[in-house]
């Protein structure tokens, strides 16, 4: 074991504040890397203000951070796929059995016996993980992907979360070439959403209710964009799309969206809004419609993503901050006041 710096939560009403956690020693298939960026996710605000206790109540101290990019500095002896100084990420797992027909399948975020990256059991200490909001962390090598030198370090870490859990869904529901895709909300998931769309080839359409962000929404890719409050704008494009993807995490009327798919067309939520939404059942039995949600995307997945975006040069829009600037940002994001993801260099850690 070894100590680490980290930002850590001490309750739910507590500020992230700057403390030493332990770490475990590389094991021979282990991969320990030091943390330059790390993307600020909104479930790691969720997590520490423990806003999903019926789910999964959070253990405190709490080090948040599933957007993990770093350098590799030491590698067991039995690593074959990184050596010191690679470029490596870590996403939202850490672990699974690795037995089960989800993980056999390369579909390791369904596995029952996943670990997630902070706040669930370590087998290896007795404890919780902890997140990237540290200087470092020791990784077992399945969970460790590569990223492309040449992307911009600061904008890939928040590809570990945001850019999968819009890239998943549109790779299952083959989007590409000759596809009319939505997306629904301009935040930090429907930003990767609109460029991974135009990177695939499809037709792209952004639907906000912020006129203000029209201009944004093209320069990311989009084809049109849509003012949800329109209700000329919506019914023009009644029928006509193969696949919507829901980024709003706020309630919504999703029934609006549905009556947008052709047949057979698919709209996908990844946003989680905090009530059930209402899905009246002819809007999807009239067109042979569907209505269904992702979560993030398996590691063989995650390292395709990656891939692509070194092809395409893809990265997330980011603000770099320190991470004495964590609490402030919160705040922030909680006001949308951000674009359209927080980045945090983990070298301001050494000024504490």
């Known amino acids: 074991m070894y100590n680490a710096r980290a930002y850590a939560a001490g309750s739910a009403t507590a500020r992230l504040a700057s403390t030493t956690i332990a770490r475990r020693t590389p094991t021979e298939t282990d ?32 080090v948040p951070g599933h957007e993990i990019l770093g350098r590799v500095t030491r590698v067991g002896a039995g690593v074959k796929k990184f050596k010191a100084g690679d470029l490596a990420a870590v996403g939202c797992l850490v672990d699974s059995d690795g037995t089960c027909p989800e993980c056999k399948a390369g579909l390791e975020q369904f596995c029952h016996n996943a670990t997630l990256t902070y706040n669930a059991p370590d087998k290896h200490t007795g404890g919780v993980t902890y997140g990237g909001y540290s200087e470092s962390v020791v990784v077992e090598e399945r969970f460790v992907l590569r990223v492309p030198e040449h992307l911009n370090p600061a904008g890939a870490a928040p590809l570990l979360c945001a850019g999968i859990t819009t890239y998943s869904p549109m790779r299952h529901w083959e989007v590409g070439k000759g596809k009319k895709v939505g997306v629904v909300g301009l935040g930090g998931l429907g930003h990767m959403g609109v460029k991974f769309a135009h990177a695939l080839g499809a037709h792209v359409v952004v639907f906000t209710t912020s006129p203000a962000k029209k201009e944004d929404a093209l320069r990311l890719g989009a084809d049109e964009v849509v003012i949800s409050r329109h209700a000329g704008e919506m019914a023009r494009h009644a029928g006509s799309f193969d696949f919507i ?6 309630h ?12 057979d067309g698919n709209l996908t939520l990844v946003g989680a809004p905090e009530t059930p939404l209402a899905v009246p059942a002819f809007g999807l039995i009239m ?3 569907s209505l269904s949600g992702s979560p993030i995307g398996g590691i063989a997945e995650t390292q395709e993503m990656l ?9 997330a829009d980011v603000e770099v901050i320190p991470i004495q600037k964590i609490n402030e940002a919160y705040e922030r994001m909680l006001k949308q006041d951000v674009k359209y993801r927080f980045s945090i260099d983990m070298a301001s850690l050494k000024a504490e």
């Open 31 to 62: 991969v320990q890397i030091e943390v330059l960026y790390c993307g600020v996710c909104h479930s790691d605000l969720h997590q520490v203000r423990n806003e999903w206790s019926s789910v999964m109540p959070t253990v405190y101290p709490c």
């Open 245 to 250: 993807l829901d980024a709003v995490s706020a």
């Open 252 to 263: 919504h009327d999703v029934n609006a969206y549905i009556n947008l798919l052709r047949r």
């Open 287 to 289: 067109g042979r419609r």
């Open 307 to 315: 891939d692509f975006c070194g092809m395409h040069n893809i990265t």
